[in-house]
Each structure stands twice: as structure tokens, then as C-alpha cells.
């Protein structure tokens, strides 16, 4: 696992923003409040051209776009990223979460939307990781 995001920042040239694309179990309302926040976000629910994709089609949609790919499924996307990063093959970063972490609920997305916020905040862990794990609340 990566440590806190911000342990990550670090001095010298500003890294790009970071910009997310949201996977299929994650509800559009989360990408549109942190996007009235300023953050470059997407959600897969929200794109007809991603809907109903598999799994490495929305990973390569993420790669094009250049996005980091938000997710809960790392049974099946970290062996995907896993044989990108062997092949030399062009690839996005994703930040896996979880839902005991981050419970999945339209009443209260709060907590996932807060975390999100921090991690674009802070960036992503700099290169060459290309994974990452949102963490609940240490505190």
C-alpha cells in the first residue's frame, strides 16, 4: 500500500491535476459534487459510450483519457494492470477502494466523496506506482 497522501507531495515542478473515471458500481451523484469542487471526473454510469463495458475496455477507456480508474473490483482490474505494467503496454493508474471502507449508499455518499476529494487534493503516489488504495479515516 501507498502511504498517506500527504506524504506524496513533494517539491519541484507541479505535477497535471489528476483526473478520475469513476467505475460502474460507483453512483454519477459522486463525480458530479466533485466536480462542482474543481476536479476532472467521470463516472462510467454516466457515459452511454462506457456503459455495460468489460473490464479492460474501461480500463483502456481510463488509459486514453488519462485517467486514474476508481474501483472495488481488484479481483478482476489488478491482474489487468498487473499485465499492462509486464507488456510495456500504456496504462492508467487506479485507486482501489473498498466497500466495507467506503459503504456504498445514494443516502450517504459522503464519506467516499470526502476521501476522493483529499486523495485529488494530494495527488497520486508519484511514478512509477500505478496503484493506490483509498483508506478510511485513521483517525
Same mark, same amino acid.
Given at each position: ?8 507531495? +513533494? ?10 473515471? *469513476?467505475?460502474? %458500481?460507483? $453512483?454519477?451523484?459522486?463525480? !458530479? ?36 480508474? +476508481? ?10 494492470? *498487473?499485465?499492462? %505494467?509486464? $507488456?510495456?503496454?500504456?496504462? !492508467? ?47
Amino acid at each position: 500500500m501507498a502511504g498517506t497522501a500527504a506524504a506524496r507531495r +513533494v517539491s519541484g515542478p507541479e505535477r497535471p491535476k489528476p483526473k478520475l473515471m *469513476l467505475d460502474e %458500481m460507483f $453512483s454519477p451523484a459522486i463525480s !458530479t459534487v466533485l466536480r462542482e469542487r474543481g476536479h476532472d471526473v467521470v463516472a462510467v454510469a454516466d457515459r452511454a459510450d462506457l456503459r455495460s463495458l468489460g473490464d479492460e475496455s474501461i480500463f483502456g477507456a481510463a488509459t486514453a483519457e488519462k485517467r486514474w480508474l +476508481v474501483t472495488e473490483n481488484v479481483k478482476d482490474l489488478r491482474p489487468i494492470l *498487473l499485465s499492462a %505494467m509486464q $507488456s510495456g503496454t500504456p496504462m !492508467t493508474g487506479i485507486l482501489f477502494t473498498s466497500s466495507r471502507t467506503f459503504p456504498r449508499s445514494r443516502q450517504n455518499p459522503g464519506p467516499l466523496v470526502e476521501a476522493l476529494d483529499a486523495w485529488l487534493k494530494a495527488g497520486p503516489p508519484p511514478p512509477p506506482l500505478t496503484e493506490d488504495w483509498l483508506l478510511g479515516d485513521a483517525t
